[in-house]
């Protein structure tokens, strides 16, 4: 069942080169990014009033712009992400890999300490709220498959070729490889 959360949240609709995208605030900090406004969040929110000025909205689509721009490494955001103590761990891993790097599920598996735990692993990147800001795209399979992201493979490679455009990836073999 997923959790619903009742906190106010706020919402600005932004443009970026893998498409629009959604900004969605809490009180506490960013809560989600989507590909766009009818995308099923990965959380479900109460209630989103849009706000084009709120202030970390716009703090967050300039960063996204520098990061676009290659001016921009890493963010520097609140973050308000809700899910289980597990996805929190990965979501937080995730923040750990360095810009223009990957890493399969097996080695965030084995970072965590659990070999075994790698389908979870997968799951929680299924559930990361806040793709590009947490960077789940720099999670490849263990061949250097690119697998399932929320913004589609497309986006993924776009992504992972901003950071490294000499990245050698394996796009022909879609297979779920982890």
């Known amino acids: ?11 600005k609709d932004v443009d970026s080169p893998t498409g629009p995208l959604r900004l969605v605030a809490s009180r506490k900090g960013l809560a989600a990014v989507a590909w766009n406004a009818g995308d099923v ?15 970390l909205l716009m703090e967050t689509e300039r ?3 520098a990061y676009f721009e290659k001016k921009r490494r890493t963010f ?3 973050l308000d992400l809700i ?18 790097q990957t890493k399969s599920y097996g080695d965030l598996a084995r970072q965590l300490g659990d070999l075994k735990a790698v389908r ?4 929680a990147l299924n559930k990361n709220p806040v793709p590009i800001i947490v960077p789940c795209h720099r ?14 493979i497309g986006t993924k490679d776009y992504l992972l070729r901003l950071e490294d455009p000499n990245l050698q990836l394996n796009l022909w073999d879609q297979q779920q490889d982890v």
């Open 120 to 123: 979870a692993v997968g799951g």
């Open 139 to 152: 999670v490849i399979g263990s061949s250097g498959v690119l697998t399932g992201f929320a913004g589609g």
């Open 63 to 65: 960063q996204l712009n």
């Open 41 to 55: 969040f990965r959380i479900r929110l109460h209630e989103l009033k849009e706000s084009p000025g709120h202030a």
């Open 83 to 100: 899910g289980t103590g597990f996805q929190k761990k990965v979501w937080e891993a995730l923040r750990d890999i360095p810009f223009g």
């Open 1 to 11: 069942m997923e959790e619903f959360i009742s906190d106010d949240y706020f919402y």
């Open 76 to 78: 520097d955001l609140p």
